[in-house]
């Protein structure tokens, strides 16, 4: 699968063996750009696909600290996420790993966990975000893609850019 930006109202996405990357360009400063992708105020905006909110987000910025999350359905269901970071640079990257949570944020089975490589790449007072989200097999990528994960990462990166757009996340 490979997507140009224009597809996807500028989100380009290609499929590899065991990863997909997504990539988008922002109209803000890569420091912004890092600080809507690390801050919970921010995060709660965007994180979720439209019609979903992201009602608790607690972020621990460190190596070895954890990003918990929920993500609400409209019909009120909860859904949580875990995410342990290894690397952080700021404002060029940061890599963590993801997997699906409980309240709690004990790691569930209900989806493989993943390695995510954000890179953050100042161009012009713009933001070009690349994201790479790797899996140890390629049947766990393909798990992941049938569940939709780049449809909904899609929305959440073009949310994202409408809120830069508005000026509603500014430094």
């Given at each position: ?39 919970p ?5 965007w994180?979720?696909?439209?019609p ?9 910025l ?5 990003w918990?999350?929920s ?7 909860e859904?949580?996420?875990?995410s ?30 993943q ?16 994201i ?40």
């Amino acid at each position: 699968m490979t997507t140009s930006p224009s597809e996807n109202n500028g989100v380009a996405t290609r499929v590899e063996e065991k990863e997909f990357i997504m990539e988008r360009i922002f109209n803000a400063p890569r420091e912004l750009v890092f600080d809507a992708y690390t801050q919970p105020e921010h995060l709660k905006r965007w994180w979720a696909p439209l019609p979903y909110t992201v009602p608790t987000c607690r972020i621990d910025l460190r190596p070895g600290g954890v990003w918990h999350y929920s993500m609400r359905s409209p019909q009120g269901e909860e859904h949580w996420a875990r995410s342990v970071y290894r690397e952080i640079v700021r404002p060029e990257r940061l890599v963590y790993t993801s997997t699906f949570a409980d309240e709690h944020g004990n790691p569930t089975d209900d989806i493989p966990e993943q390695l995510n490589t954000v890179t953050f790449e100042p161009l012009d007072g713009k933001t070009k975000l690349t994201i790479r989200v790797g899996f140890d097999t390629a049947e766990n990528l393909q798990l992941t893609l049938k569940m939709g994960m780049v449809e909904g990462m899609t929305m959440t990166m073009n949310h994202l850019g409408e809120l830069f757009e508005k000026g509603e996340i500014s430094a």
